[in-house]
């Protein structure tokens, strides 16, 4: 089984910075593509940033050069740095990743459990 276990989330004033990091844990042979997405209360999910395996990124265009997603291979871990908040970046931010278990060729998705980011005006 493999868990994603998100942490930074929190509460920043408008202009403010933070750092949110996703690890992966269990029984994991590789990870494709990571991801950051958010989601309001009785909105869609909606994707921020992602990162292939390659470190190819895609950015959301309300997020483009304010946040910056990077990945530590190693650590099995994603990062989204997140510079010049606004009050409209609140939300629940959740980690996707694309795993391989096993040496087959057959890839799941997993998702963390969430983190709040409230900024403030």
């Known amino acids: 089984q493999v868990q994603l276990v998100e942490s930074g989330g929190g509460l920043v004033t408008s202009g403010g910075s933070l750092r949110l990091s996703c690890e992966a844990s269990g029984t994991i042979f590789s990870i494709g593509d990571m991801g950051w997405y958010r989601q309001s209360p009785r909105m869609q999910r909606e994707l921020v940033a992602s990162?292939?395996?390659?470190?190819?990124?895609n950015y959301a265009d309300s997020v483009k050069g304010r946040f910056t997603i990077s990945r530590d291979n190693d650590k099995k871990t994603v990062y989204l740095q997140m510079n010049s908040l606004k009050p409209e970046d609140t939300d629940v931010y959740y980690c996707k990743f694309i795993v391989q278990i096993t040496e087959l060729p057959r890839r799941y998705q997993y998702w963390g459990q969430g983190t709040q980011v409230t900024v403030s005006s």
């Open positions: 990162i292939t395996s390659g470190g190819s990124t």
